[in-house]
């Protein structure tokens, strides 16, 4: 079982930046693939970033592309998403997600989830 708590959201103007971050309760965080989700009111959950478990290779939606950048700490048991050039677009409740296999996290599938962090852009 692995728990995730998110921390770092906020409220920030339109072209700011808000660092997110992620901590998993687990001794094996090396071996968890680790992503992030957002939702906004009304919408669907998407898919925001994601980054492997060992090789650190990393993956983004197109829309945050450039100015989102996701990074692990396997020290720490800690993931991060560093957010720039923020856009009311980007208001969302944001989730942090695990899972064994980079490709289920990125099936908006993971098994471990964590109750998300709001952030909120204003124009």
């Known amino acids: 079982q692995v728990q995730l708590v998110e921390s770092g959201g906020g409220l920030v103007q339109a072209g700011g930046s808000l660092r997110l971050s992620c901590a998993a309760s687990?001794?094996?965080?090396?071996?968890?693939?680790m992503g992030w989700f957002r939702q906004a009111p009304g919408k669907e959950r998407e898919f925001v970033a994601a980054i492997s478990r060992r090789d650190g290779m990393t993956y983004y939606a197109d829309s945050v592309k450039g100015r989102f950048t996701i990074s692990r700490d396997n020290t720490k048991n800690t993931v991060d998403l560093q957010m720039n050039s923020l856009e009311p677009d980007d208001t969302a409740v944001y989730y942090c997600?695990?899972?064994?296999?980079?490709?289920?996290?990125?099936?908006?599938?993971?098994?471990?989830w964590g109750q998300g962090t709001q952030v909120t852009v204003s124009s």
């Open positions: 997600a695990a899972d064994l296999m980079v490709r289920t996290v990125l099936s908006g599938t993971s098994n471990y």
């Open positions: 687990t001794r094996t965080f090396g071996t968890y693939a």
